[in-house]
């Protein structure tokens, strides 16, 4: 802390203060035309960014949603005259009418009326199930459960409409559609013995330990070859164990428990040889392995009866007659293999071991097979094309040319099927894209038509010292007014958008307007360039003309020319035709990618584009980091300005106060 003045009694800091004043406005102008670049390059950048969502929005053709995808112009929206048809439709979809006569796939069903209380007992493709429950719906999710865990296709329900009030009947419905769909209730069945599947094994050697082979100085037998192993520790002594072994053909694995005794397993399930390991003249347990085996079951076709066969919980449909190649089919149909010598059959598991499943039940003729469900049989027209599709099986789903086709019961006479383009969705996108578009130009017709308030510039450190951070905020907000008043750029690219949007097509004679797309008039306005939007004259011209207004925004530009055909006039001439026909999306693409989003542009190079090299290298960054330059010289030669002017004010302080002391001692002397 500086104390002056007190021999002059001058105001040391406000004279400094004083003679330095001009040069502190010299560093103050100098920071504020450096503010002015960073507000300018900070303008500009919101412009780009802006710009850049915009074309991210609708024109990234990877978006589901783009309205450069033809795709997106194709929505056609179909109507059934019958419940029993239900139509939907993807962007592939063409527009016609159909015609469908026939009735769809229905399940096998059974209504069951006696014995359906709690407690009473159904058999189902010969597994008994005790119906529990407090109520019929708990009744049926029980029954549902257990009809899962058995592997039995069948749904129940209870219904009072099948029954009657109070007294609901058990209704029983095959899951597969069609007539191959039956299902058995009720009568007699016998399950067929099964003989359980082995699980593998693998060879096991044990009655060897680590200490024993210590003992022996590593020394062992095997298969009647003497071998020293490396003890030099327990790893490295079963690690050459293991090699021995498997260069004698016996690839494994060697385990030691606490107590040092080792298992050896083998690597395979399956037999092996002994290798006949000793230590010490002692031999080692050999216990063999083994392959697994499948569960199976044997019968024989006299056994099948009357054809009411379960095989794990699925109906076997066997016709009275039938070849051994299709009883064969049949059977592996329910998830097992099967084999067939003369009269005898026998079912294998899929799965090896104890845990496959074959199970077999037959049943007696005094059950009753429900096959009563129907195989789908559907006729579809086209009107449009007279061409006839003709669906039959189990499913009642069909999609022909993008239209998916839903059945559900009979189809009384002839359902009519009529399609009509559905442009809601695409007339929102337009309409949405017009106004984003409009927020764009009204943008940067603001930033270029707003002219600078020269009343206004930059804060200095002091003068924010004396202001609210309220009046801080307002004043820069005038600053920021104008700073892209005219500019060359922006006003270029904004005649060049605008340009793009009054795009004519000769071949339709279609442009913006004639689809209720309006050009709002302010001709010098915010909004010169802008659109209004009539969505009932857009939804009309989508419906009539969809193919038209598609080639009006997303027609695609003609193929550049060779540098020789530049040469050729007539070739010329008839590319600027045709660049001229180029949709008005892909001709904004263009000005906006070029513009906006390569590191090539104009702006790019005087801005700096964001994620490329040119964001810290550009002509408004290297201007900024000039200035910032020089004003730090100019703080610094500042700082040696003002100690130079309190350093000579010093010795003044000194010289006058030494002065002092002479005047005292003078005094003193002579009034002595």
Avoid: C
């Amino acid at each position: 802390m500086r104390i002056t003045g007190l021999a002059t009694g001058l105001d040391m800091d406000e004279i400094v203060s004083s003679t330095m004043k001009a040069y502190r406005i010299k560093i103050d102008q100098k920071t504020q035309k450096k503010d002015i670049v960073e507000i300018k390059q900070q303008l500009y950048r919101d412009v780009m960014s802006d710009a850049s969502k915009f074309y991210d929005k609708y024109f990234d053709i990877t978006k589901s949603d783009s309205l450069l995808k033809p795709s997106n112009y194709k929505a056609v929206k179909f109507t059934s005259s019958t419940d029993s048809v239900k139509v939907t439709s993807s962007n592939e979809a063409k527009l016609s009418n159909y015609t469908i006569t026939g009735n769809a796939a229905t399940a096998a069903k059974a209504v069951i009326k006696d014995g359906v209380e709690e407690g009473g007992k159904v058999v189902i493709n010969g597994e008994e199930f005790t119906l529990s429950g407090s109520t019929s719906r708990k009744m049926e999710e029980n029954l549902n459960k257990q009809l899962k865990d058995k592997g039995i296709n069948v749904t129940a329900t209870f219904s009072e409409v099948a029954g009657s009030v109070g007294k609901p009947a058990l209704v029983l419905e095959a899951n597969e559609k069609g007539s191959s769909g039956k299902f058995y209730v009720g009568g007699g069945w016998k399950s067929l013995n099964k003989e359980l599947g082995q699980d593998p094994l693998a060879a096991t050697i044990t009655g060897i330990s680590l200490e024993n082979i210590k003992k022996n100085g590593g020394k062992i037998s095997i298969g009647g070859s003497d071998i020293t192993l490396d003890t030099t520790n327990d790893d490295l002594l079963i690690g050459s164990f293991v090699e021995e072994l498997k260069k004698r053909g016996f690839e494994a694995t060697i385990e030691k428990d606490v107590n040092g005794n080792l298992k050896i397993t083998s690597s395979s399930t399956k037999s092996e040889n002994d290798p006949q390991i000793k230590v010490d003249n002692i031999s080692a347990t050999f216990t063999n392995g083994r392959e697994g085996t499948p569960s199976k079951v044997a019968f024989t076709k006299n056994d099948l009866g009357s054809g009411n066969i379960v095989v794990n919980g699925k109906n076997v449909n066997i016709p009275e007659k039938v070849t051994d190649e299709e009883l064969k089919k049949l059977l592996e149909e329910s998830g097992v293999n099967a084999e067939i010598n003369g009269d005898n059959i026998i079912l294998t598991s899929k799965t090896i071991g104890s845990t496959g499943v074959v199970d077999v039940k037959i049943g007696d003729d005094k059950g009753k097979t429900y096959n009563n469900g129907k195989d789908s049989t559907i006729v579809i027209k086209d009107e449009n094309t007279g061409e006839e599709y003709e669906h039959k099986g189990t499913s009642n789903t069909v999609t022909l040319d993008g239209v998916t086709f839903t059945f559900s019961g009979e189809i009384d006479g002839e359902a009519k099927i009529t399609g009509k383009n559905d442009v809601t969705e695409l007339k929102d996108n337009i309409v949405k894209f017009i106004n984003d578009y409009n927020t764009l130009i009204e943008k940067l017709n603001t930033v270029t038509s707003t002219r600078p308030n020269r009343n206004y510039s930059p804060l200095t450190a002091d003068q924010k010292k004396e202001m609210s951070e309220n009046e801080i905020k307002l004043w820069n907000e005038k600053v920021q007014q104008g700073q892209l008043y005219k500019d060359s750029n922006l006003t270029r690219i904004a005649d060049s958008l605008k340009q793009s949007m009054r795009t004519l097509m000769n071949d339709s004679g279609l442009n913006l307007e004639k689809i209720g797309i309006v050009p709002v008039k302010d001709y010098s306005g915010t909004k010169n360039g802008t659109f209004s939007i009539d969505e009932d004259k857009l939804t009309k011209a989508l419906e009539d003309n969809v193919e038209e207004v598609m080639n009006l925004f997303t027609k695609s530009a003609p193929k550049a020319l060779s540098e020789d055909e530049k040469n050729d006039p007539a070739k010329v001439k008839k590319y600027n035709e045709e660049k001229n026909q180029t949709g008005i999306l892909n001709k904004l693409k263009d000005i906006l990618y070029s513009e906006f989003k390569s590191s090539s542009s104009p702006l790019a190079k005087k801005v700096g584009l964001q994620g490329t090299a040119t964001f810290s290298n550009n002509e408004l960054t290297k201007s900024i980091s000039d200035y910032e330059k020089k004003i730090k010289d100019m703080e610094r030669d500042f700082t040696k300005r003002e100690q130079a002017l309190y350093s000579k004010y010093a010795t003044l302080e000194k010289m006058m106060s030494n002065l002092a002391s002479q005047q005292l001692s003078l005094q003193s002397m002579f009034g002595a």
